[in-house]
């Protein structure tokens, strides 16, 4: 079945950076888009940032952008979420996530999610 | 910016009634509308893309329909296991644009 374990959630001071990993198991993963999309605990869902099979396409959301890149290694069936100038607002579950679809359009498959949290 | 509405913010129901929740869109758009459950502690599940189309492994209670701006899941009779907080979500057309609502609580009542 479907896998994808994400990695490298932690608790970091506003400012600081932190890569996460998703490791994608039981699905062709260098043909699937992917997704980052994050969730403050208690709080609806946000759409984070999002690659195209073989990483030529890539968009993130406004509240992002400029902060967090968004890459993969399809020789290791891998996604990354690069996080850079950490704010507290950036707390939040981190879930790496498999689109389907036009564009990507909707998420067929979701990790479980990786913490991160943002305090001094 | 494509604003998702959900309505109502929280629905009260018992099992075996009926659950009608709203998605309205701030603007007219294309079919490409999901919908998910979410139980506290997991991770959300996809039960309707593409407006209609039930993902695989949900059953037939839920239904998915709708058009331009609005957009309804229905569950026909609800069983215990339904009750959980539900979000719509759309990708508009391009650039891709993704947003999800602010989701709705389906509750026991």
């Known amino acids: 079945q479907v896998q994808l374990v994400e990695f490298g959630g932690g608790v970091v001071q506003p400012g600081m950076s932190l890569r996460l990993s998703c490791v994608a198991s039981?699905?062709?993963?260098?043909?699937?888009?992917m997704h980052w999309v994050r969730q403050v605990p208690g709080k609806g869902l946000e759409w984070v940032a999002v690659?195209?099979?073989?990483?030529?396409?890539?968009y993130s959301a406004d509240s992002v952008k400029g902060r967090f890149t968004i890459s993969r290694d399809n020789s290791k069936n891998t996604l990354y979420l690069e996080m850079n100038i950490l704010r507290v607002e950036d707390t939040a579950v981190y879930y790496c996530?498999?689109?389907?679809?036009?564009?990507?359009?909707?998420?067929?498959?979701w990790g479980q999610g990786t913490v991160v949290t943002v305090s001094s | 910016e494509i604003v998702l509405t959900q309505s109502p913010a929280t629905l009260s129901l018992s099992p075996g009634e009926r659950a009608t929740l709203s998605c309205r869109a701030s603007q007219s758009v294309t079919s490409y509308l999901a919908w998910y459950q979410q139980k506290p502690g997991q991770a959300p599940r996809l039960l309707i893309y593409?407006?209609?189309n039930r993902a695989t492994g949900i059953p037939a209670r839920f239904s998915g329909s709708g058009s331009g701006k609005d957009f309804t899941l229905t569950i026909s009779s609800l069983e215990p296991e339904d009750f959980a907080v539900y979000y719509c979500q759309l990708c508009a057309s391009w650039p891709p644009e993704y947003t999800f609502g602010q989701g709705t609580n389906l509750e026991i009542k």
């Open positions: 039981g699905l062709t993963f260098s043909t699937s888009g």
């Open positions: 593409d407006a209609s």
């Open positions: 690659i195209w099979f073989d990483g030529s396409v890539k």
């Open positions: 996530a498999r689109g389907n679809g036009v564009n990507y359009a909707y998420v067929d498959h």
